[in-house]
């Protein structure tokens, strides 16, 4: 899978972030057309993601919003009661939209080496569809009251405990190495975030996204796969160890 196949197989836009953002919020906004509330949420959450950028999420007032967004300050009301409310908003639909993808493409891959590298390079891609709200939700992670830090953390260790339990998986049938899953997999996470918070560095170097994953992908699996001739070796010794059982030892000892 590349960049292009990923955007062809997963439909994930700004257009999906709001439409189920909307079908997620519609007993709280008060505006029912859904045609005008998707159209003026792409609004508030692009400002919010620039002016956010610019100043930080503290510093902007709903004058800010106004502003950037053309909306009248009782329009912008209509979305959300307070800022703190916009923000739970984008960050909980961006958590499940990348749970969402993640459990649905991964559920049907058995192959545990597929399996990792399904992960991340899903991972990878998502993060580059959707780099605005990637970027902010890291940023803003600080920001954030002790309830959405928590939520923050959670998804975090949500998304570390995928890498560490293929890992595991892959160790218990001898393909994997015996490392630690879960530095493991937290090491494959700040792999992958270096992506989209230092954006800036790679595009300088003129690294692609598919580039960036490959490379990700030789990496971890330099890590963590044996090497074939070992894998062999250390199957020939688990057989042997479940033909020593009781009835071999004592035909030796005899």
């Known amino acids: 899978m590349n960049y292009e196949a990923f955007r062809r197989e997963i439909h994930i836009s700004r257009h999906d972030f709001c439409l189920d953002t909307y079908a997620r919020h519609r007993k709280t906004i008060r505006i029912k057309k859904e045609k005008t509330v998707v159209k003026n949420l792409d609004k508030i959450f692009s400002a919010t993601l620039k002016i956010s950028n610019e100043k930080g999420f503290q510093a902007m007032s709903m004058r800010d919003f106004s502003k950037e967004t053309g909306l009248s300050m009782g329009a912008l009301y209509s979305y959300f009661s307070s800022k703190e409310e916009l923000l739970e908003m984008m960050q909980h639909q961006g958590r499940l939209m990348i749970k969402q993808v993640l459990e649905e493409q991964l559920l049907p891959v058995n192959d545990l080496r597929a399996r990792l590298r399904k992960a991340i390079l899903i ?87 598919d ?44």
């Not at 992908?217 to 090497?227: G, I, K, T």
């Not at 074939?228 to 009781?246: A, H, L």
Request: aromatic content about 10%; proline content about 4%; glycine content about 4%.
């Open 123 to 209: 991972h990878i891609y998502l993060s580059e569809a959707l780099w605005p709200w990637f970027y902010f939700s890291y940023m803003e992670a600080k920001n954030m009251n002790r309830a959405e830090k928590e939520k923050t953390m959670a998804s975090e260790l949500a998304t570390d405990l995928i890498f560490a339990d293929i890992i595991r998986q892959g160790q218990a049938a001898g393909i994997f190495l015996p490392r630690d899953p879960r530095l493991t997999a937290g090491l494959i996470k700040a792999i992958l975030q270096d992506w989209y918070l230092k954006r800036w560095k790679h595009a300088k170097r003129k690294i692609s996204v």
């Open 211 to 254: 580039h960036y994953a490959r490379f990700v992908l030789e990496c971890v699996e330099a890590m963590l796969l044996r090497d074939p001739k070992e894998n062999r070796g250390q199957r020939k010794k688990d057989r042997g160890r479940r033909t020593e059982g009781p009835d071999r030892k004592s035909k030796i000892e005899r």
